[in-house]
């Protein structure tokens, strides 16, 4: 049976990338390390990998974080949404989001339209406006994501965006932060293994470096690669201590949920670091994280 509530994802779940290739078996261990949802970037229409996780777990939140409206045919990510429901029913979000113009040509110099039709085909086939977020940086598309989802994920973003994005946005309304961890407590250390995730390519795309420029950040800061100051805001690091306190900034600005993308480098033990990422947080399974 359907369930049209928007599903719980707690405090604090994982983005994953597709180039980082998640997988069923690491979602198991997230699940069991008390995330809330794992939210997988650059997803297609087809939701197969959305599927297997769902699949593959118990009660973990999965998200598109996000389908890109211009590569994932609005029809086919409906109907793909209905298979996964009727599979499973209340464990999928669906977030949508336009992009970057610089990837999408000509097409892209209207994405506030585009994402207008794009809902209302999805309100054709009946996928429920609590089921989908937005990917929302600007006041236009977080009034639209208000107005016609369950809420916003925004991505790159300090936790003063939350502010103004939860008066967008009003109570109720779910806004799911992404943001940068590297579990190095050297500041230089981190920079480097973190500014490559910033720099590449975020700070050649206008409607990250516009928002961060509305965020206060000068000519300066947002040149590539990145100031010292931007990645120190964009990259967490530190002690267990240090990345607490800056995640839950993240919560006491606006945000009901940080969806945490670890940044490590090829040869860390990536199971390894998102259980040090979870005991950072207090979050062992029996603590529990839902609600």
Do not use: C
Request: overall charge negative; cysteine-free.
């Amino acid at each position: 049976m359907s369930d049209s509530r928007t599903p719980e994802v707690g405090r604090f779940g994982i983005w994953i990338g597709a180039r980082a290739n998640p997988t069923p078996e690491l979602a198991y261990h997230l699940e069991n390390l008390g995330f809330g949802a794992l939210w997988l970037g650059g997803q297609p229409a087809d939701l197969k990998l959305v599927e297997a996780i769902i699949a593959n777990t118990s009660d973990i939140t999965v998200a598109t974080g996000i389908s890109n409206i211009w590569t994932a045919d609005a029809r086919e990510l409906a109907a793909a949404y209905h298979r996964v429901e009727a599979a499973h029913p209340g464990r999928l979000i669906v977030g949508i989001g336009a992009g970057h113009p610089e990837g999408q040509g000509d097409q892209a110099l209207k994405p506030y339209a585009a994402m207008v039709e794009y809902l209302d085909v999805l309100d054709e086939e009946g996928v429920p406006l609590e089921r989908r977020v937005l990917a929302a940086l600007g006041p236009r598309m977080l009034e639209l994501a208000r107005d016609r989802s369950a809420g916003a994920h925004p991505y790159l973003v300090t936790p003063s965006f939350n502010e103004g994005a939860r008066a967008i946005l009003g109570a109720g309304k779910l806004l799911a932060t992404e943001q940068r961890v590297v579990l190095r407590q050297d500041a230089e250390a981190a920079r480097e293994l973190g500014r490559p995730s910033v720099d590449r390519p975020y700070l050649g795309l206008r409607n990250y470096v516009n928002n961060l420029k509305r965020l206060g950040y000068g000519d300066e800061d947002v040149e590539s690669p990145g100031s010292d100051r931007l990645i120190d805001d964009l990259v967490v690091y530190g002690d267990d201590a240090a990345i607490e306190a800056r995640l839950s900034a993240h919560l006491r600005a606006g945000a009901d949920h940080v969806a945490v993308q670890l940044v490590q480098a090829s040869d860390d033990d990536v199971a390894a670091g998102y259980t040090q990422l979870a005991r950072a947080l207090g979050l062992p399974r029996d603590a529990g994280v839902q609600g």
